[in-house]
């Protein structure tokens, strides 16, 4: 599977979807580039260093400038007055490296990056937190309580009343991790007839219910546990 990866906006808050999704359409894809080097080969890096020692930089290859990527779009009259009102934007942080974690108090991750760009370039107040289990996220982004924006979510049919999603900005490979002492996994098909733990309210528990029906599932609410 290749996943992709968009942003995800409470439908309770239609101005501010409109706006990630113009300041997402604005990133060349040299910036696009710039993100994906900074993140990808920092993590890369960091699991060849450790027979070293050595440590990554994680240094971004490249300029962003936030200013220019604002600068490339127009925004309506409403979403300029909105825009004024300086709101601020609540961002829920979970433990996905390298699209988003918690590390030394802040958000860090690709995406997190993505948002700080639109943030700065806008002039608006970002506030990142962590430890709201993911299934609880969307309930309350649904509801328009305690999160505004979830920095990386896959489409499904369940979330389409309760979060807009924009464009996608990355699309990642999805892999199978199996026991050292199981049986070797060539391709999904394989696994019919067996368990397989995966996360609670993520996009592949609908992708393999509808396309793998006979591949038993066993939930957990996050990917570490699972």
Known sequence: FNSPIRIGVSKQ????????????????????????QKWFTSAHEQ???????????GQLKGTIDPKAIISRLSVSTKEQAWLN????????????????????????????DYL??????????CVFFTGMPWVEAIDNIGAGKDVDLLLSIGGTRKLAGRVALTQTYLKPPR?????KDGTFV????????KTIAIERAYLM??????????????????????
């Open 13 to 36: 808050e239609p101005v501010l979807a409109g706006i990630v999704q113009k300041g997402l359409a604005a990133i060349t894809s040299d910036e696009h580039r710039a993100l994906r």
């Open 47 to 57: 699991g060849a260093n450790k027979q070293t020692g050595a440590k990554a930089t």
């Open 85 to 112: 009102t300086k709101p601020t934007i609540r961002a829920r942080v979970g433990q996905y490296p390298p699209y988003h974690f918690w590390d030394e108090e802040k958000g860090k991750g690709i995406s997190a």
């Open 116 to 125: 700080k760009h639109f943030c700065e370039g806008f002039g608006l107040n």
């Open 175 to 179: 892999v199978i991790f199996t026991r």
């Open 186 to 193: 060539r391709e999904i098909d394989d696994l019919n007839g």
């Open 205 to 226: 528990r609908e992708l393999v219910s509808k396309n793998y029906p006979e591949i038993r599932q066993k939930l957990y609410p996050s990917t570490k546990t699972a």
